[in-house]
């Protein structure tokens, strides 16, 4: 039992950072409609430019510092010269400029920082906590366990700001109706600048954690698309569904990986190892036959 809840709790850690990725795709969506293919190579880019300031000689802080302003400053020309672009088009239109867009970061982000995989050094030792190990027997990282925590305060903070202030008021009437907003004065260009600087931060804490965790390499654009299942079970335009997908997915994956392999070896003879690499999807799949809109996604329904 104490490796059941052990595998669990490991897997509830990875999910709440499974949950700020989530997130980013949930700010770009709920103000402009569309999926932002690109959130993964914006993860991508920020642990890249991190790293790659730590290499120039700036210590952490201020590399974090550094990348935070790289990735204001592309959230705000992403707005100004492609978002601005393409107001009141299709959102077919928005979403292949994010995807052009992945795939323009994707090129250059290698080109300025290196293409070669690097360990990122954020001051927190991934080993198990002793406390947890001697009196439950249970094997917690501790790294895991400091980022759930900085990628839980994040996600809190983030919600009650839009949910609670103006601009959190000015992006839901956005995200409704982009012409209505700007026939009431809400300065459309503004808001969208705005979001797309706030996923930028929120890319720059998650690509931090995972590449801390699993090294700054090209891998992290498909770590960051692990959100996808998350926002089909929680909803698109949701922060309280990214969060509870975002665990759902996390321990369903863990708990998958350990359990379901050994069974379906018994049944069907064969190796069903990497097991944990597709079942967030399958899981997304099912989920999609039930409830399309998600958790806590809205209904929606064309009146004729």
Same mark, same amino acid.
């Given at each position: #039992?104490?490796?059941?809840?052990?595998? /669990?709790?490991?897997? %509830?850690?990875?999910? $709440?950072?499974? *949950?700020?990725? =989530? !997130?980013?795709?949930?700010?770009?969506?709920?103000?402009?409609?569309?999926?932002?293919?690109?959130?993964?190579?914006?993860?991508?880019?920020?642990?890249?430019?991190?790293?790659?300031?730590?290499?120039?000689?700036?210590?952490?802080?201020?590399?974090?510092?550094?990348?935070?302003?790289?990735?204001?400053?592309?959230?705000?020309?992403?707005?100004?010269?492609?978002?601005?672009?393409?107001?009141?088009?299709?959102?077919?239109?928005?979403?292949?400029?994010?995807?052009?867009?992945?795939?323009?970061?994707?090129?250059?982000?290698?080109?300025?920082?290196?293409?070669?995989?690097?360990?990122?050094?954020?001051?927190?030792?991934?080993?198990?906590?002793?406390?947890?190990?001697?009196?439950?027997? #249970?094997?917690?990282?501790?790294?895991? /366990?400091?980022?759930? %925590?900085?990628?839980? $305060?994040?996600? *809190?903070?983030? =919600? !009650?700001?839009?949910?609670?202030?103006?601009?959190?008021?000015?992006?839901?009437?956005?995200?409704?109706?982009?012409?209505?907003?700007?026939?009431?004065?809400?300065?459309?260009?503004?808001?969208?600048?705005?979001?797309?600087?706030?996923?930028?931060?929120?890319?720059?804490?998650?690509?931090?954690?995972?590449?801390?965790?699993?090294?700054?390499?090209?891998?992290?654009?498909?770590?960051?698309?692990?959100?996808?299942?998350?926002?089909?079970?929680?909803?698109?335009?949701?922060?309280?569904?990214?969060?509870?997908?975002?665990?759902?997915?996390?321990?369903?994956?863990?708990?998958?990986?350990?359990?379901?392999?050994?069974?379906?070896?018994?049944?069907?003879?064969?190796?069903?190892?990497?097991?944990?690499?597709?079942?967030?999807?399958?899981?997304?799949? %099912?989920?999609?036959? $039930?409830?399309?809109?998600?958790?806590?996604?809205?209904?929606?329904?064309?009146?004729?």
């Amino acid at each position: #039992m104490n490796f059941f809840f052990e595998v /669990l709790i490991g897997g %509830l850690l990875s999910g $709440v950072m499974y *949950a700020l990725v =989530a !997130l980013g795709f949930v700010m770009i969506y709920k103000a402009s409609g569309v999926f932002n293919f690109a959130q993964g190579a914006m993860v991508y880019l920020a642990a890249l430019s991190v790293v790659g300031c730590m290499e120039k000689g700036a210590p952490l802080w201020l590399a974090v510092i550094l990348a935070f302003a790289i990735m204001t400053l592309f959230g705000i020309a992403t707005e100004k010269f492609v978002l601005r672009k393409l107001v009141n088009q299709p959102p077919i239109a928005l979403f292949m400029a994010t995807i052009g867009l992945a795939f323009f970061i994707e090129g250059l982000a290698p080109m300025i920082f290196g293409s070669e995989p690097r360990a990122l050094d954020v001051g927190i030792v991934d080993e198990p906590i002793e406390y947890i190990l001697e009196n439950f027997n #249970m094997v917690i990282s501790r790294f895991d /366990l400091v980022a759930a %925590l900085v990628a839980s $305060v994040l996600v *809190a903070t983030l =919600a !009650l700001f839009f949910q609670y202030t103006r601009i959190g008021r000015a992006l839901r009437a956005v995200a409704d109706d982009h012409q209505a907003a700007l026939s009431i004065g809400i300065p459309l260009q503004n808001i969208w600048a705005i979001v797309w600087g706030v996923a930028g931060f929120v890319a720059l804490v998650a690509g931090m954690m995972w590449g801390a965790r699993n090294g700054v390499q090209f891998a992290l654009t498909f770590t960051a698309l692990k959100a996808l299942p998350v926002l089909i079970l929680g909803g698109f335009t949701s922060v309280p569904g990214a969060i509870v997908g975002g665990l759902i997915i996390g321990a369903s994956e863990k708990l998958a990986e350990i359990y379901i392999p050994p069974v379906m070896q018994n049944l069907f003879g064969g190796n069903f190892g990497g097991i944990e690499g597709w079942f967030p999807y399958v899981l997304a799949l %099912l989920f999609l036959l $039930v409830r399309p809109e998600g958790l806590f996604g809205e209904k929606h329904i064309d009146r004729v």
